[in-house]
């Protein structure tokens, strides 16, 4: 059975910064893209960024420049890398298997 813990999250105020960490265990890591979703209320998941089994990353717009995924195949954790956080980075941010299963979701809160 897939399954994915965040952790990382919590308060920080605007200029700050924070690692998020998703530890998958039941699937063969190494072979999987996986991404970075952040959720606010009343608004639609959104990516955030992803990293492919190759390495490759991809980030929102919005994001790019202060937010950095990383993978280790070796512990099966994917990673966020969070600077110069701002008070619209505020959400839910979800670990997610591209094309598969999420996990939990961790929040995270910047205070102004």
């Known amino acids: 059975q897939v399954q994915l813990v965040e952790s990382g999250g919590g308060l920080v105020q605007a200029g700050g910064s924070l690692r998020l960490s998703c530890a998958a265990s039941g699937m063969i890591f190494r072979l999987n893209a996986m991404e970075w979703y952040r959720q606010v209320p009343g608004k639609q998941r959104e990516l955030v960024a992803g990293?492919?089994?190759?390495?490759?990353?991809n980030y929102a717009d919005s994001v790019k420049g202060r937010f950095a995924i990383s993978r280790d195949n070796a512990k099966s954790t994917v990673y966020l890398q969070m600077n110069s956080l701002q008070p619209e980075d505020t959400g839910v941010y979800y670990c997610?298997?591209?094309?598969?299963?999420w996990g939990q979701g961790t929040q995270v809160t910047v205070s102004s």
């Open positions: 990293i492919t089994s190759g390495f490759g990353t």
């Open positions: 997610h298997i591209r094309g598969g299963s």
